[in-house]
């Protein structure tokens, strides 16, 4: 498998001498927040979090996305936390895009390095440290689990990208390929966390208008994007937030491959009553 890069922000401010616009777009069907508005002085704390700020991403918008939250989280040396989710209803999923991340889940110890991944279940005891000598970086997805009478909550797991053969889709000749962290046939689960990966010239050949919402941030690569009813530029450190049936499709120019850390919410009924849904209280 080829080796992989991913791309990290790293904060700081423009020159003064800067073009003060962008390509930053908010819509009531999409969001694109450029790699550029990453900046010191939009990162957030959270308390119980030493040596530690984050990008928030999106995060649940009554109206808009309303299932899930993304941070990129960036970790000093000597940095993290024992106390890091304060959620016992939330579950989540890791994505190391820089450095190394110490992550001990339920007493055991694991090390995840650049495309590392972590499961994390909902009510589960588990801690994060920085014991290197630079930052780490990683994605951090968490979404209110929306747990269902006879079936079983998932169980953690941690794996890495490079050891995850990408599935081709059907009737692409390799274009268009997925890195499935979790089985989709899995009820256990009600959100996918996945990679995708287009070649140079691949697409997705059709708007693609769909119940699930999305968070794509591209890792590697550049593509432009249709959504809605517009054609925007990505490229690397890019994100993409997607409401339900926000049209989209895509075409990878190249010269490299396009890829980005896809998020979508998945096997489980349409909440009628989104609210009491979402806080587990309806079976």
Same mark, same amino acid.
């Given at each position: 498998?080829?080796?992989?890069?991913?791309?990290?922000?790293?904060?700081?401010?423009?020159?003064?001498?800067?073009?003060?616009?962008?390509?930053?777009?908010?819509?009531?069907?999409?969001?694109?927040?450029?790699?550029?508005?990453?900046?010191?002085?939009?990162? +957030?704390?959270?308390?119980?979090?030493?040596?530690?700020?984050?990008?928030?991403?999106?995060?649940?918008?009554?109206?808009? +996305?309303?299932?899930?939250?993304?941070?990129?989280?960036?970790?000093?040396? &000597?940095?993290?936390?024992?106390?890091?989710?304060?959620?016992? &209803?939330?579950?989540?999923?890791?994505?190391?895009?820089?450095?190394?991340?110490?992550?001990?889940? #339920?007493? @055991?110890?694991?090390?995840?390095?650049?495309?590392?991944?972590?499961?994390?279940?909902?009510?589960?005891?588990?801690?994060?440290?920085?014991?290197?000598?630079? @930052?780490? !970086?990683?994605?951090?997805?968490?979404?209110?689990? @929306?747990?269902?009478?006879?079936?079983?909550?998932?169980?953690?797991?941690?794996?890495?990208?490079?050891?995850?053969?990408?599935?081709?889709?059907?009737?692409?000749? &390799?274009?268009?390929?997925?890195? !499935?962290?979790?089985?989709?046939?899995?009820?256990?689960?009600?959100?996918?966390?996945?990679?995708?990966?287009?070649?140079? &010239?691949?697409?997705?050949?059709?708007?693609?208008?769909?119940?699930?919402?999305?968070?794509?941030?591209?890792?590697?690569?550049?593509?432009?994007?249709?959504?809605?009813?517009?054609?925007?530029?990505?490229?690397?450190?890019?994100?993409?937030?997607?409401?339900?049936?926000?049209?989209?499709?895509?075409? #990878?120019?190249?010269?490299?491959?396009?890829?980005?850390?896809?998020y979508k919410d998945v096997n489980?009924?349409?909440?009628?009553?989104?609210?009491?849904?979402?806080?587990?209280?309806?079976?």
């Amino acid at each position: 498998m080829p080796q992989r890069s991913y791309y990290a922000p790293k904060g700081g401010l423009p020159p003064q001498t800067q073009l003060l616009s962008d390509r930053a777009v908010f819509t009531e069907a999409y969001a694109i927040i450029p790699k550029g508005v990453l900046r010191d002085i939009v990162a +957030s704390y959270l308390p119980f979090w030493e040596k530690t700020r984050l990008w928030v991403l999106s995060r649940p918008m009554t109206g808009f +996305s309303e299932t899930f939250s993304q941070y990129i989280m960036e970790i000093a040396p &000597g940095g993290g936390s024992e106390r890091p989710e304060l959620d016992p &209803g939330a579950e989540g999923v890791l994505f190391v895009v820089e450095g190394e991340l110490t992550l001990t889940i #339920a007493g @055991e110890t694991h090390r995840l390095m650049p495309g590392g991944y972590a499961f994390i279940p909902p009510a589960s005891d588990w801690q994060v440290r920085n014991d290197a000598s630079s @930052e780490v !970086r990683f994605h951090w997805i968490r979404k209110a689990y @929306e747990a269902v009478e006879g079936i079983d909550p998932p169980t953690a797991f941690v794996t890495n990208e490079q050891d995850i053969e990408p599935t081709p889709m059907p009737d692409t000749d &390799g274009n268009w390929a997925t890195t !499935r962290f979790v089985d989709p046939s899995d009820m256990r689960h009600d959100m996918h966390v996945n990679i995708v990966t287009f070649q140079p &010239g691949g697409v997705i050949p059709f708007d693609e208008t769909h119940v699930m919402e999305h968070g794509l941030y591209v890792l590697e690569g550049k593509a432009v994007y249709h959504l809605n009813q517009d054609w925007v530029e990505v490229e690397a450190g890019d994100y993409m937030w997607l409401r339900a049936f926000c049209p989209q499709a895509c075409y #990878a120019g190249g010269p490299g491959p396009f890829r980005y850390l896809l998020y979508k919410d998945v096997n489980r009924h349409m909440a009628l009553n989104a609210s009491a849904a979402y806080r587990g209280l309806t079976r």
